[in-house]
């Protein structure tokens, strides 16, 4: 294969948020430190992607307003600041939807086994859909469905892989090589995934040293919201921090965890526990980074989920870690002689209207509640309708419904302004707000402004 001479790599240009351009048709998407990157390569076949980072499709789409045609898969690289399997979920939902009768299908390259790593994650998550029940009420039953199959399509190979004239070299597991009208246009060894081993970790060390112990009253409950938004738009994504007596609980931790722990000046170390409430991207995205430092510094995770969010979690984290178990202390929050009195808290969970395995969240101490819905799609005719057809019993009608949370001076309702048909409207939330006007209700897990005159959008930061 004959080789191009003349260079083509230039001096990086900053472009946007964590979004970089080397000025010859490839792009980086990492954060300043670089300790964790992947990579986008115009092509003549079209956009080439090299493996993914949290966050990647909010960060390159809004500049290059285009899906790739393939995706290069490497050997996974795990360090403090995320994984190089974590983002693709949010991209492959909009390959999916961008065109609802011919989705946008996109190439998975690599070894056999780091593509299967990748599909049962995306199995896991890219999945089901609220249809009408046998009385036509809309949105009342839900039946599962792969919609990871409509975009994914298995290329397996460790030698090469061939779309056009557009070559791609896989033959290292570590690395691509691209070659364009048998042009080499890019090569892993120019721009790597990450540019020295112990990067990541002196990046956090430097990030966290700027942080200073988070003091706060130990007789009341507090919480800091550390994030409202959702997995396709700029911004943080949801997530909380709780803190009572000597407890301090990070709730859904985001990407590049260890940026926001200076920002809202919260020492991811001092946190006591993490609790997942699903396994959606959008509220993963820092736990490998999490887990990570956990190892490096010999110290096991705390974490606090369900029985059913945990196995997902198994499942997906186990191919990079290997059995995650052995580095986690896991509590099941649905066990009552645990959460009846944790540390003085009451610490209550419910299972949601969701896509997958998700909880809703009371925690009430020294006579205030505050509460979190978790994802969920609600709506008073859906579980009327759900009741009626027998998918819920009069006990689990009382949990999903508004009045489970009567008791709360504050409610943090997951709110869509978008129509998002697995997620609550706007408008039911309001409704839930005048059902119960003692209750101070927040919105969040929302992509655009809105105004209302009975729903106060949370902001990042915030401190309830």
Known sequence: MKIAQKSRYKTTKRIGYNFYSHGNGIYRVSGPDGALSAYLVE???GLIQINTVPELFKTYFPHLQKLPVAICMTEPVINQIGDSQTGFEFELWVSRFIDFQSPHRVKFVGQESFIKSLYTRLEITMNGDFVADENDNKQAKFVDKKWVDDVFDWCPTDTTYEIGSVTLDLSD?????????????????????????????????????????LYYDKNSLGLTVGGTGIGTRPGVTSNFIFYYADRLIWIDPPARLFEKAVK?????????????????????EGFSALLKRKIDLGLKLSLISSQ????????????????????ITFLDIYDRSIFNNYYGCNIEARENYHTLPTLGLRLSYNDRQISISGDVLYRREIIDSRLANGDLDQENY?????????????LLHDTTVAKDPVHTDLEDVEQIAQELPHVKVYSYHFGNSFDSQYVIPASNGMRL
């Open 398 to 410: 009382q949990i999903q419904s508004p009045e489970w949370f009567a008791d709360s001076e504050i």
């Open 264 to 284: 809202y000046q919260i020492h991811p170390d001092q946190v006591t526990e993490y609790l997942i409430t699903h396994c959606h991207e959008d509220h993963i």
């Open 173 to 213: 597991p570590k690395g691509v090589k691209i070659y364009d009208k048998n042009h080499l246009i890019f090569d892993s060894d120019h721009y790597s995934t990450t540019f020295q081993e112990n990067l990541a970790s002196l990046y956090v060390e430097t990030l966290l040293s700027q942080v200073q112990p």
């Open 308 to 327: 059913a969010v945990y196995k997902q979690l198994q499942q997906i984290f186990n191919p990079l870690f290997g059995d995650i178990s052995q580095h």
């Open 43 to 45: 092509t003549s076949a």
